[in-house]
């Protein structure tokens, strides 16, 4: 096996500073970047903390009880989240994730979801707003959420086997706890719950036809994800990748599949629904999902924008640099110039490492710089 190595460098300092135009148009709904990507998504961190420790995330080597988290009051505060959430959205944003670390360890994060559940899209409808966990908290958060106006849950759960989930959380937290949290989710009303599995190969993939038994029929939406190459500390390796297409053929040799549509343009999922005896789609049984980000790449219509806990926009997943929009925050700069540095910034991205990474040399990392961790943009 090979030497993993872990490098210690922390790569938050990588910032750049948003230029504001001196003149700027007023935001119209739709911004388009070089590739004419329009801007639909912002998923926002709001915590660079997390209570797991699993290895494709916040590995225990690195995350340990030394590592400096940052200061809260380095954190946006939910009004200047609020603020920046309300000019994206004018730019033609139409659904907002919050995520982490883990989002629900940010106190009162109920109280941003009432905030950001008062805006509206430039054709005034309510945004799509939505969480990604680990489910730890999620049994004792899910009322105080929904109240607030949240409307879906994404949770991350790698296994149904006790042993297995505790090992690759590596805090030995149960499982039965994150299934207490997705059924607290339903029962308050949260609708489109998707369980999120990221597969790997000789870890976890044994447990694919168990988690999807699980599942279907139930209302819960299983998704499968790539083991992906995010950061620099999570030791990935290729071979331990599981292609989607693996995935599919696994499940497809137990229990029958036919393919869908996708939902809207930029879905980062492949979508398959279980058939039902007459080997059409049984919408009862409901569907799965397959997120290819290694073997399939879906840059060309990624409209997908990050912020990050301390107020900094990534353009990718695999970004290396992000631009430090705080700072606009906090000095004297007005909505319409920070409106304007936001479109300057999507107007030149030219963002697509997956379907760069097959043809790049093996020490591009180096020359580019790390890539930022996925538990400081989130996935």
């Not at 106006?149 to 030995?172: C, E, H, K, P």
């Not at 806990?309 to 631009?323: D, H, K, P, S, V």
Request: proline share 5%.
């Amino acid at each position: 096996m090979a030497e993993r190595v872990i490098p210690l460098v922390d790569e938050r300092s990588r910032v750049l500073r948003p230029a504001v135009p001196a003149t700027a148009s007023p935001a119209t709904g739709e911004l388009f970047d070089t590739r004419a990507r329009p801007l639909r998504d912002l998923r926002i961190s709001v915590t660079d903390r997390c209570n797991f420790r699993c290895g494709y995330c916040m590995p225990k080597e690195v995350f340990d009880k030394h590592h400096r988290y940052l200061p809260h009051s380095d954190l946006l505060s939910f009004e200047e989240i609020t603020r920046l959430a309300r000019l994206f959205m004018a730019h033609g944003v139409h659904k907002i994730r919050l995520t982490g670390g883990e989002p629900l360890l940010r106190k009162d994060l109920e109280k941003l979801v009432a905030q950001l559940a008062e805006l509206r899209t430039t054709e005034g409808r309510l945004p799509d707003l939505t969480l990604t966990t680990n489910g730890s908290l999620l049994a004792r958060k899910a009322r105080a959420l929904k109240d607030a106006g949240l409307q879906r849950v994404t949770v991350s759960l790698d296994s149904l086997d006790d042993a297995i989930f505790r090992r690759m959380n590596d805090v030995d937290f149960p499982v039965a706890e994150v299934l207490a949290g997705i059924e607290a989710a339903q029962a308050v009303g949260l609708k489109h719950i998707k369980v999120n599995m990221v597969v790997k190969r000789g870890t976890n993939d044994h447990e694919i036809p168990r988690m999807a038994r699980h599942f279907r029929g139930s209302g819960v939406t299983l998704r499968f994800i790539e083991f992906m190459d995010v950061g620099a500390t999570n030791g990935w390796r290729m071979d331990q990748v599981l292609p989607s297409a693996e995935v599919v053929a696994r499940l497809q040799s137990e229990l029958p599949l036919v393919p869908l549509s996708p939902n809207a343009v930029g879905e980062t999922a492949q979508r398959w629904g279980w058939a039902g005896a007459d080997g059409r789609h049984d919408p009862a049984l409901g569907e799965i999902g397959v997120i290819s980000s290694v073997t399939r790449a879906f840059c060309g219509d990624c409209n997908r924008a990050r912020l990050s806990m301390e107020g900094r926009l990534y353009l990718c997943l695999f970004a290396t640099q992000g631009w430090d929009l705080r700072s606009l925050l906090r000095g004297d700069a007005s909505d319409a110039q920070i409106s304007a540095a936001i479109a300057a910034i999507w107007q030149g991205r030219s963002d697509r490492y997956s379907e760069l990474r097959a043809s790049l040399p093996p020490d591009q990392g180096e020359q580019r710089g790390r890539r930022i961790e996925m538990s400081y943009i989130g996935g």
